[in-house]
């Protein structure tokens, strides 16, 4: 079997553009071609197929000795989901080497890249904002893909948890640098996952996203900068100012103040502006897991 990097110049999507799901309608986007740094494509062996049903097979070689976007595996209830990993190259790190314990983010896309190719989740969002900026994001970034585009991402947490789990098995992973964002349908799961489990996250950055408000008292200690466009043609932005004012009367002594930006005139596809233009890797490198 082999373990492909992903080469993204010239790639271009036609698709619902991480459209809102379910009640929430569908939209369409545009990815623009991208010209990505060469330490984003590469390619290496991998082990055999996976043997568990609810772990990845580790690599004969660590995860991080090839920088790149890395196709993985993870058998999963009968069947293989495929997923990426995305290796920084060392030289965005101060030192120009991985430091001991790597920070990492896990990014949820919206519903036009659902599937099992285990790479459509890549075209939009997060993954072209580093391969345009490669030193603004020195993380591992974890990309699930959701099989179902009118499923939750909650239906698929314990998924997603296994593939973070069997990223740890192959990196050294910083625990208390562990962050979560996604776009449309991922920031509903950005929401939903961070509830889920309050205590893996260090910060969480949900994008035109919706219904935060019903767990403002589970993530209310989780430090959270949330994003909408102000002409939201898909999921309205109120959905967004609801769960930040949520958050912010759930408040304790000690607990962050949530973060909100609304941009004006901006439509569905806020998600361009929040990876590449707010500085928001630097933000989730401010804040480590609470109690630690």
């Not at 890549?122 to 072209?128: F, M, T």
């Not at 994001?137 to 699930?144: A, D, E, K």
Request: proline share 8%; aromatic share 8%.
């Amino acid at each position: 079997m082999v373990l492909a990097g992903v080469g993204m110049a010239g790639l271009t999507t036609d698709r619902d553009g991480s459209g809102g799901g379910g009640e929430f309608g569908h939209a369409r986007h545009t990815a623009q071609p991208i010209t990505p740094d060469a330490s984003t494509m590469t390619t290496q062996p991998r082990s055999a197929t996976p043997s568990s049903l609810s772990r990845a097979t580790p690599n004969r070689m660590p995860l991080t000795s090839t920088p790149g976007f890395l196709i993985r595996q993870l058998a999963w209830e009968g069947a293989t989901r495929n997923y990426v990993v995305y290796v920084p190259p060392a030289h965005v790190f101060a030192n120009g080497e991985l430091p001991e314990r790597v920070p990492l983010i896990v990014f949820l896309h919206g519903r036009g890249e659902c599937g099992t190719d285990g790479m459509e989740q890549l075209g939009v969002g997060l993954g072209p904002a580093i391969m345009r900026n490669v030193a603004a994001w020195p993380f591992i970034v974890l990309f699930p893909q959701k099989p179902a585009a009118n499923d939750r991402w909650s239906q698929h947490g314990p998924m997603v948890m296994a593939m973070l789990e069997a990223t740890r098995a192959e990196a050294p992973i910083d625990d208390e640098r562990t962050y979560l964002t996604g776009i449309s349908q991922g920031g509903l799961g950005t929401w939903d996952l961070a509830a889920a489990s309050p205590r893996t996250w260090a910060a969480i950055a949900p994008v035109c996203g919706w219904s935060g408000a019903e767990h403002a008292e589970k993530i209310r200690a989780i430090p959270t900068w949330a994003f909408h466009g102000e002409a939201d043609s898909v999921i309205r932005s109120e959905e967004t100012e609801r769960s930040i004012e949520a958050l912010r009367r759930a408040l304790q002594p000690g607990d962050p103040e949530p973060r909100m930006t609304i941009y004006p005139g901006v439509d569905h596809n806020s998600w361009d502006r929040a990876y590449r233009d707010e500085g928001l890797g630097a933000w989730f490198l401010g804040h480590r897991r609470r109690g630690t």
